[in-house]
């Protein structure tokens, strides 16, 4: 793989560390350039948090994971297929050329999660949907050495964490690393997976 970039997309702040923030870690390590993009700066989220309090919680997790951070303003619960949307992502993807790109799955309960799915899928393949309720995953990483930063980077986002949380994050991730017999794992879906880095492991 040349091209060593990889983009990471969430429609919210934090939900890139929820869904592959070990994967990020352990492809930084094996010598990945990695952009975690934000499309929208989460300021409708339930917790009443300000914009500015997230962009900086945002920007405490980038430090945290070591990892670069674009934050754009699509609006939260207002991402669309529209034709202005389509034009921002699509400048993004030009300007990088990612040789990996990770998206939300695209089936879930938020559209703004499944807009941004959507709005990816129009203009990169393959991509590697990080998946926030295990339904189908095909392929599975084993992030048990990176654990702990995944858990720092998440707690940056202090706002957003309700009582339980914690307790949930860890189980869901202990039922992934379930998967492929490890402590702690981070699971996926893609059409295609090919070439991939060796810390990706098919399920089927
Ligand atoms: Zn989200």
């Not at 934050?71 to 669309?80: A, H, R, V, W």
């Not at 991509?127 to 095909?138: E, L, R, T």
Request: aromatic share 8%.
């Amino acid at each position: 793989m040349e091209n060593k970039t990889i983009l990471a997309f969430g429609a919210h702040p934090d939900d890139v560390e929820f869904g592959c923030g070990g994967t990020l870690l352990l492809l930084k390590e094996i010598g990945f350039e990695i952009i975690i993009v934000d499309l929208t700066k989460g300021e409708k989220s339930v917790h009443g948090t300000s914009r500015d309090e997230r962009i900086k919680e945002a920007e405490e997790s980038a430090e945290i994971l070591g990892i670069k951070r674009d934050i754009y303003d699509l609006g939260d619960k207002n991402i669309s297929l529209s034709e202005e949307h389509k034009k921002i992502v699509k400048k993004i993807i030009e300007r990088y050329k990612p040789s990996l790109t990770f998206a939300p799955y695209f089936i879930d309960k938020h559209p703004d999660h499944i807009n941004t799915s959507k709005l990816i899928s129009d203009f990169v393949k393959p991509i590697y949907y990080y998946i926030s309720d295990v339904k189908n995953p095909n392929l599975a990483v084993d992030i048990s050495n990176v654990y702990d930063t995944k858990v720092s980077a998440l707690n940056a986002h202090k706002s957003q964490i309700k009582p339980g949380d914690p307790e949930w994050l860890e189980e869901r991730n202990r039922d992934s690393g379930k998967m492929i017999n490890s402590n702690y794992g981070e699971l996926f879906y893609a059409e295609e997976n090919l070439n991939l880095p060796s810390i990706f492991v098919k399920l089927k």
